[in-house]
């Protein structure tokens, strides 16, 4: 990552101060090659949503990649919860171990051999998400939380996630920020195989500090907002009827600082939640989905 992407993010900075879109060569789709990853040791504090009475904390260990190819425009990473296996925190009783989420997008510029930039629009591409993992297997399993149950406890998995989002995305020059990825997506549930609503995101990674030595701070985040989704409703527990468990819209964001060398960096994130999941805040499940968390990290660059 060294290098190629912070040259490339800082070439998108200089074409945004001088508020001229740069027109994309196409006569080489592979001319801009370039690919990068990174192991970040990270802690999350209030991450949500948070279920009553949960110690919300834990660790974990984040593989995090990407890079372009061809037609290629590629993210990703894969996460694996509470590595020692502690009986507190957020990530034990069953909990799911590791949750990915992969995003290719194919360049339809680059496809089609048309340089379809236009203003602050440099490239137009076919959008893609998908989110794996993150809820463990459907059914009961064997917990052995010694610290505060001892023995074995039988635990009910609600399942894990299988989302995919299916849409248009671009990259777009937007003041200070400089390159910034957009994308609309239209969501499919893979588990109850059904199109229910869409989702807006936008990512950006803005170096605007060096020092003397090379290293750099960096203003980074993204936004997930869905919206459009229907409302479902169910019954409580008591067998009382509610229409507080799925709303129609929800999301999260992100604002993180780091500081970057050529092959570490720390960072802190603060990451805001609303109806997140488009689970209700304190609905039929009692979830805390509305506030904030907090991200600490440290990061190993390849």
């Known amino acids: 990552m060294k290098n190629v992407k912070t040259l490339a993010l800082a070439a998108t900075a200089v074409a945004a101060i001088s508020g001229n879109a740069f027109a994309a060569d196409r006569s080489d789709i592979y001319a801009t090659d370039y690919k990068w990853m990174q192991f970040n040791a990270m802690y999350a504090i209030d991450e949500h949503p948070i279920a009553p009475g949960a110690d919300a904390e834990h660790n974990y ?87 505060d149950h001892p023995g074995p406890q039988k635990i009910n998995n609600a399942g894990d996630v299988n989302m995919s989002f299916w849409g248009i995305g ?15 997506y239209a969501t499919y549930d893979i588990n109850a195989k059904d199109w229910n609503g869409y989702q807006f995101s936008a990512n950006w990674f803005k170096p605007f500090y060096f020092f003397d030595n090379k290293s750099f701070l960096s203003f980074q985040g993204y936004v997930d907002y869905q919206f459009g989704a229907d409302e479902v409703n169910a019954y409580d527990t008591n067998g009382v009827y509610q229409n507080t468990t799925f709303t129609t819209n929800g999301g999260n964001v992100f604002f993180g600082l780091y500081w970057h060398s ?41």
């Open 61 to 147: 260990l984040e593989m995090e990649f990407g890079g372009r190819k061809g037609v290629i425009d590629l993210y990703g990473y894969v996460d694996v919860f509470n590595l020692a296996n502690s009986g507190s925190g957020d990530k034990v009783a069953g909990a799911s171990k590791m949750f990915m989420k992969f995003a290719p997008r194919f360049s339809l510029d680059a496809i089609t051999g048309l340089d379809l930039s236009v203003g602050p629009i440099q490239e137009v591409y076919f959008s893609t998400l998908f989110n794996w993992g993150g809820g463990a297997i459907k059914g009961q399993s064997i917990s052995f939380d010694v610290e």
């Open 170 to 184: 671009a990259d777009v020059m937007v003041p200070w920020l400089g390159k910034t990825g957009m994308n609309l």
């Open 262 to 302: 050529d092959n570490y960096a720390l960072g802190y994130g603060l990451k805001g939640f609303k109806d997140v999941y488009l689970l209700k805040d304190g609905g039929t499940y009692g979830l805390d989905t509305t506030g904030w968390a907090h991200y600490f990290t440290a990061t190993y660059k390849f």
